[in-house]
């Protein structure tokens, strides 16, 4: 039985007198069209227990063949993340017993992956970069999903009854281990969050995944360990199992670190043990005493032949490998001229490809910036969306920066031109033209208007004859309540000062 503590000591104390250590296992369910083993369809929200084969459902005698599509999407993985591809590999079966797992073993990769040896560069929120060090990325089967019906929270704890469904049985995965990450002291939560979402970002650029972790495409299992210093053995890690989004990922990890460190200071132990993450409470709790390898009775898959990707081949998957994000993002910066302070802005509201298509859609980069982390960006934040949700295209915001930068319609007519947009009234010239907000070009009307304005103040009148063009701002400003902010305020200030001459 694990004892429990409820204190939590304070994050900033726990990492000012323990050493953290990290290790992050990262599972990515590949984009095959079947499974890893067998012509089953890989379909997200299917009916229960419609994509299933004998060999998926661990039937007598179905017989696994290996998908080659995922061995080259696992390749690609490896690559990207500087690994050495083997020149030959193998499965393996790893034994366990769980409703889920229908043949009671899962077919992975042990001590033969496919990719080892690699590294990956993390960069921080204020441009620090952390190199994270990947001791393998191996292929994988996964499990079916277990619904436990009546318990607490979902868990099978005081459920009724459980249901599983095997469709998600067999899909190709590639699981990415990385060696112990050390010397994270304070900034090790956001560099957990990083290294996540680095690598979410990679699966997406290689189009190995659509790496949606709200679909628990992508899940991390998150191992936190605490030692007295730097140069102490490392300590005993508890390992917080399929945390599913960045905010979650550094959220367990920093509550981990605190609530190790209660244990510790209160003369307890820390048990080597898999934890739950719960998101409502940001806390985790205990699950089950954590199992070493060979507690899985690893051992060669029978039924599969070793796989032996060719040389040629390998080159073949490097040479067709994708711009991979922190190049592209440094691309980006130098052809749009941000500052590295901008372009951090942007990667971090996720407005990078967003802004990219609008430029490409003819808006310049500034002007794109201007609408999405600005105008845009304070919407989607009150309305708690993501700017991709936000009812607008990139060719629409281009199209309403493109009537700006014509002379058509000024920046507060543009907002009300993109309230219209949002409320589904069309497209920018179409908002103008039915709305009427056009910009008044004719000297006719600004004239008038402001002849009226010079007479209802001709004590700020008198002052600008004489010489004292501050008051001019205030002419303008009735000029432009006048015409509902359609007058163009540079050409105003002009005719202002042509009739005061």
């Known amino acids: ?3 429990t503590y409820e204190s939590l000591v304070d994050y900033t104390d726990a990492v000012g007198r323990y050493d953290p250590v990290l290790g992050i296992e990262v599972h990515v369910e590949l984009g095959t069209l079947t499974k890893m083993f067998c012509a089953a369809e890989v379909e997200f929200g299917g009916e229960p227990n419609t994509q299933t084969t004998p060999v998926s459902l661990g039937l007598p005698g179905a017989l696994p063949v290996v998908n080659g599509k995922a061995v080259e999407f696992a390749i690609r993985i490896g690559l990207a993340l500087n690994c050495e591809i083997a ?15 229908p043949k009671n073993f899962q077919t992975s990769q042990y001590d033969e992956p496919i990719a080892h040896d690699g590294w990956l560069d993390v960069e921080l929120d204020d441009g620090t970069v952390f190199r994270v060090e990947i001791e393998r990325a191996h292929m994988e089967e996964d499990a079916g ?12 704890h005081g459920a009724e009854y459980s249901l599983v469904d095997y469709n998600r049985a ?9 060696r112990p990450i050390e010397g994270a002291g304070d900034r090790a939560p956001e560099i957990a969050r990083a290294y996540v979402q680095t690598l979410r970002d990679i699966f997406r650029a290689l189009e190995v995944s659509e790496a949606r972790m709200e679909r628990g495409n992508v899940r991390a299992d998150v191992n936190v360990s605490l030692r007295p210093t730097p140069a102490s053995p490392l300590g005993t890690r508890t390992e917080t199992k399929n945390v599913n989004s960045f905010r979650s990922v550094e959220r367990a990890v920093r509550y981990e670190i605190s609530r190790q460190a209660g244990v510790l200071d209160a003369g307890g132990t820390i048990i080597q043990e898999t934890r739950h993450w719960h998101e409502d409470t940001g806390e985790t709790t205990s699950g089950r005493v954590k199992s070493d390898a060979e507690d899985y009775r690893y051992f060669p898959e029978p039924d599969l032949v070793p796989v ?17 994000p922190a190049a592209r993002r440094r691309r980006l910066q130098g052809e749009w001229g941000y500052t590295d302070l901008e372009m951090r802005d942007v990667v971090n509201a996720g407005a990078l490809e967003i802004i990219e298509a609008t430029v490409a859609a003819g ?13 845009l960006g304070r919407r989607a934040k009150e309305q708690e969306l993501e700017l991709e949700q936000l009812p607008v295209t990139p060719a629409q915001v281009a199209e309403l920066q493109g009537l700006v930068d014509a002379g058509r319609i000024n920046d507060k007519l543009a907002r009300q031109v993109l309230d219209g947009v949002l409320a589904g009234e069309g497209d920018p010239e179409a908002v103008v033209v039915a709305r009427g907000l056009e910009v008044v070009s004719d ?9 009226d304005a010079l007479a209802a103040q001709p004590d ?22 006048a015409t509902r902010g359609q007058a163009d305020a540079g050409r105003v200030r002009e005719l202002v000062l042509e009739r005061l001459r």
Request: net charge positive.
């Open 443 to 451: 000297d006719g009307p600004l004239l008038t208007a402001i002849d």
């Open 87 to 101: 020149e030959t590999c193998r499965f393996a079966r790893k034994n366990y017993f769980y409703p889920d797992v």
């Open 170 to 178: 067999g899909i190709p995965l590639v699981e990415i281990v990385t």
């Open 308 to 324: 032996a990707p060719s040389r040629d081949w390998v080159e073949e998957i490097r040479a067709s490998l994708p711009e991979l």
């Open 460 to 481: 700020i009148a008198e002052k600008i004859r004489g010489g004292n063009l501050g008051p001019v701002g205030a002419i303008i400003g009735a000029v432009m309540k």
């Open 145 to 156: 999903k277990n619904t436990h019906v009546g318990g607490a929270a979902g868990r099978i």
């Open 1 to 3: 039985m694990t004892a």
């Open 363 to 375: 808006a310049s980069p500034a002007g794109a910036r201007k609408w999405w982390m600005a105008e």
